[in-house]
């Protein structure tokens, strides 16, 4: 399927996160993150303050349990302590949007600008604004916030369901917790006409009830395990439930779980018909009546509430993705019979990025070769006595042959995403770091080739080449690396190459150096050559400005003292000290990223 505005929508619900990518159809793709569909929405906080969200949290939870939190959502907007740390709710929630965030780049290379965020219909401006913060802070931008029942009574419309304008429905999202609510479908859509929300009523007041009717103390990770078992018993007989050591394992069966969930269910159904009443109707005003939430899937779910609404009730298909469907405009065709997307294809600017250092690289690498001069002979059994080369214009070259890799490396990360064999093995931010690795070694390997090469034309010993071709981007590729290593654990994008204009005017600039120093003069063009001289390595000068300083005057000021001080200092002799001057150069700017990644 060919995405055409690609739409995000996020569920970020009490128990988990749910995004799919919906395209200028119906049709729709649903995300894999952090290796799950549905990644729980629980996060850790260690020692140090560094958030972690999803099963790694599940992991670090069991082995250092004070830092655990189980529900983010259900905290409140303020604070929470852990390990005598002050942690906003809210970067708890960013922690989990921004691994969707990652996971929606990999997949198109970019997150989309029409990102919607499903939200409780009960929720205020105040909580409503704080949501979008969070989601901000992630990379999604400021999102278009759904309310969860009028998307959810919109993905049924999508559907081909028959409900016409003026009717009332009534949404009963049963997932962790219960909300019930009215809505009517007006010309322009559903608008909400009551809503009532009960956190005792829900998903996590069954497991605690299971836990009891088992025996144990409602731990966190005796939830968990109780939580998986109710999920398998609404399809399977009879399940095994894991309990804490040394207590042995212990099998529960769909009638137990639906004996003990009953009050908590006809608490949900007493909720439902409040909502009705609430929004000043009764059961019989309604055109139908909607189940929603993971929760939908127990067998004894419509029973409940049919018994007590004296009306038919549907469980709609797939329960627990109606809201986030709905809030993508999206129906038909599941994720699993979807077409994978087609990589968007770079703009002309992205391609221009890549072109122009990588010809400058391939330019600077002949002209290195071919210009060096020979003392002795260069018979293939004889070596020449020395080789004199501009390896400044080498280790240029490798910098700017670096660069390309590095840039293309978000994009060889969307493309590690789009191998099938690779889902459930990485999330988007391990395709996105494994992207970056791999420009990395594909970087080494030109270079190493450069360098392979000349010493090859030069028939002498490689050291010297693979130390000017090496050893100039070895701190950037460190400090790529370490970026990419934080791209793990804090998702983002690094689409951002070197300026353009700095790329040119290093790259034309020492071109024009290294011809100037390298050619036969014409006596009649000697104060040209000169100034051509002088001028080359000026430019090189007002290039690494360029890429050294951001704010504008600053680097007017670079520029101009760079740009002097290297019209003054050419000469052949100071052909390395251009290489080692823009290698340092571009060790910055990747520095700079990394500072920007660790704030």
Not at 158 to 175: H, T
Not at 494 to 513: C, K, N, R, S, W
């Amino acid at each position: 399927m060919q995405f055409g505005g690609p739409r995000l929508a996020v569920d970020y619900g009490t128990a988990c996160t749910r995004a799919v990518i919906a395209g200028s159809g119906r049709s729709w793709q649903g995300l894999t993150i952090d290796g799950s569909p549905e990644p729980p929405n629980v996060a850790h906080v260690d020692v140090n303050g560094q958030i972690t969200v999803g099963s790694a949290a599940w992991r670090q939870g069991f082995t250092d349990p004070d830092g655990f939190v189980g529900a983010p959502l259900s905290e409140g907007t303020g604070t929470i302590t852990r390990h005598g740390r002050e942690i906003e709710v809210s970067d708890l929630i960013a922690a989990m949007l921004s691994l969707v965030a990652a996971e929606a780049t990999a997949v198109l290379g970019e997150v989309p600008t029409d990102v919607r965020l499903t939200v409780p219909a009960g929720w205020g401006p105040r909580r409503r604004l704080w949501m979008r913060k969070a989601a901000s802070r992630a990379g999604l931008g400021m999102p278009t916030l759904v309310e969860a029942p009028v998307a959810a009574a919109n993905h049924q419309v999508l559907s081909g369901v028959q409900l016409p304008v003026g009717a009332f429905v009534l949404v009963c999202d049963l997932g962790a917790t219960v909300e019930a609510s009215v809505v009517r479908r007006g010309p322009g859509g559903f608008e909400l006409l009551s809503t009532l929300f009960d956190a005792d009523a829900g998903g996590q007041a069954i497991d605690g009830l299971l836990a009891g009717m088992l025996g144990v103390a409602p731990s966190w990770p005796v939830l968990a395990n109780v939580r998986t078992g109710k999920e398998a018993v609404s399809f399977e007989a009879a399940v095994r439930v894991s309990m804490p050591p040394p207590e042995p394992a212990v099998v529960i069966n769909a009638e137990q779980v639906e004996a003990t969930a009953l009050p908590v269910l006809k608490r949900a159904a007493d909720l439902a018909a409040a909502a009705v009443q609430a929004g000043e109707l009764t059961t019989a005003d309604l055109a139908a009546v909607y189940v929603v939430g993971a929760g939908a899937n127990m067998p004894a779910v419509p029973g409940v509430l049919q018994e007590r609404l004296a009306v038919p009730v549907q469980v709609v298909p797939m329960p627990g993705a109606a809201a986030v469907l709905g809030a993508a405009d999206a129906s038909g065709t599941p994720a699993a019979e979807v077409v994978s997307p087609q990589m968007p294809a770079p703009s002309v600017r992205a391609m221009v990025g890549l072109l122009v250092p990588g010809l400058l690289s391939l330019v600077l690498f002949a002209h290195f070769v071919f210009s060096a001069e020979f003392s002795g002979s260069r018979l293939l059994h004889e070596r020449p006595w020395w080789v004199w080369a501009n390896y400044g214009e080498l280790a240029i070259a490798c910098v700017l042959a670096l660069s390309v890799c590095l840039t293309f490396g978000p994009w060889a990360g969307a493309v590690l995403a789009r191998d099938q064999r690779l889902r459930g093995r990485w999330d988007g931010a391990g395709q996105l770091s494994a992207g970056m690795f791999t420009a990395v070694a594909v970087a080494g390997t030109v270079c190493a080739l450069y360098a392979v090469i000349a010493s090859l034309y030069f028939l002498v010993p490689y050291g010297k080449q693979l130390r000017w071709a090496l050893l100039p981007i070895l701190p950037s590729v460190l400090i790529a690396i370490a970026v990419t290593v934080l791209l793990r654990r804090r998702p983002a994008v690094l689409t951002e190459g070197l300026p353009l204009a700095a790329v040119l005017m290093i790259g034309g600039g020492d071109l024009v150096f290294g011809y100037t120093i390298t050619s036969r003069h014409v006596p009649e063009l000697h104060v040209l050559y000169l100034i051509a001289e002088r001028a080359g390595f000026a430019l090189v000068g007002v290039g690494i400005a360029l890429i050294l300083f951001r704010i504008a005057l600053l680097r007017w000021v670079a520029a101009v003292a760079l740009g002097g001080l290297g019209f003054f200092i050419a000469d052949w002799r100071t052909a390395n000290l251009a290489g080692v001057a823009v290698a340092l150069a571009v060790t910055g700017w990747w520095a700079q990223r990394l500072w920007a990644q660790l704030r």
